[in-house]
């Protein structure tokens, strides 16, 4: 299971060539809310790997636990017990500054909703997450939304945009830091199947660029595109 991967370490990570750790892992996490009525385990025992270049698919029902998934590989939270390893290395280890830096640098998210700011054209959005950069990723940011196909869009703010046109707005945006890893929580949540389909071809040619991708969902078109899916009830993950 864990293995040797200290005997992999060391390696530089931008390149990482097969063998070394990857991006993201999950060792035997458990994660407990205590709420109201009680304690809930929302994660139990749960071991993940992320592997570059690879769609995977977590599905699982409403409450299975899968927005507590993505919050453990995105760093946003910390496991009750088990540990998050990032390139073979726990990050319970690293500061609140160091954790922000890495997510910063290392990991993109989508989200079902998308998270526009509405006030911002698709290309101020896409180059946000730079802003406190010193270099000016404008033309990154148009090049992606070209890439997604928004090439045309560019000046559009997201209610001058459709669903689907968002959702790849939004996907262009956690690209712009050229992330290792990509978490997507419902990313066809609100799109109708044709629109769905063209979002997910778009990840798609994301992990075949090498990046880890992670989409959790209860849509079983995601499924479809996945090159692995894996299940998620109550908590529990079943390959
Ligand atoms: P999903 O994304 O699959 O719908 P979640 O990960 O959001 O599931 O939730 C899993 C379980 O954990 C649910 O029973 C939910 O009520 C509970 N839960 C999630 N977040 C919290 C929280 N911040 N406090 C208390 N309970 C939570
Ligand atoms: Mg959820």
């Known amino acids: 299971m864990s293995g040797d991967r200290e005997a992999a370490g060391g390696a530089a990570h931008a390149t990482a060539p097969d063998g070394d750790p990857p991006p993201l892992r999950l060792d035997g996490v458990t994660k407990q809310y205590a709420g109201g009525g009680g304690t809930v385990t929302a994660l139990e025992d749960v071991s993940f790997t992320v592997e570059r270049g690879e769609v995977t698919a977590v599905m699982g029902p409403s409450g299975s636990g899968k927005s507590t998934m993505l919050n453990m590989l995105g760093l946003l939270d ?23 830096d890495v997510r910063r640098e290392r990991v993109g998210f989508v989200f079902q909703d998308f998270h526009l700011i509405p006030t911002l054209s698709a290309v ?9 950069l010193d270099a000016d990723y404008t033309d990154r940011a148009v090049d992606l939304l070209t890439r997604v196909g928004l090439g045309d869009r560019l000046r559009h703010t997201p209610d001058e945009l459709s ?12 690209l712009i830091n050229e992330p290792d890893v990509l978490l997507a929580d419902e990313p066809t949540g609100n799109l109708d199947r044709d629109t769905g389909e063209a979002v997910l071809g778009e990840i798609n040619t994301i992990a075949d660029g090498g990046v880890g991708v992670v989409a959790v969902t209860h849509d079983e078109l995601v499924g479809e595109y996945a090159d692995r899916t894996v299940e998620l009830i109550d908590g529990k993950l079943h390959d």
Request: net charge positive; no cysteine.
């Open 124 to 132: 101020e959005n896409v180059r946000l997450p730079t802003r406190f």
């Open 163 to 174: 669903g689907g046109q968002k959702q790849r707005v939004a996907i262009a945006r956690s």
């Open 78 to 100: 910390d496991p009750t017990t088990g540990s998050v390893e990032l390139l073979g290395e726990p990050v319970a280890g690293l500061s609140a500054a160091e954790r922000t």
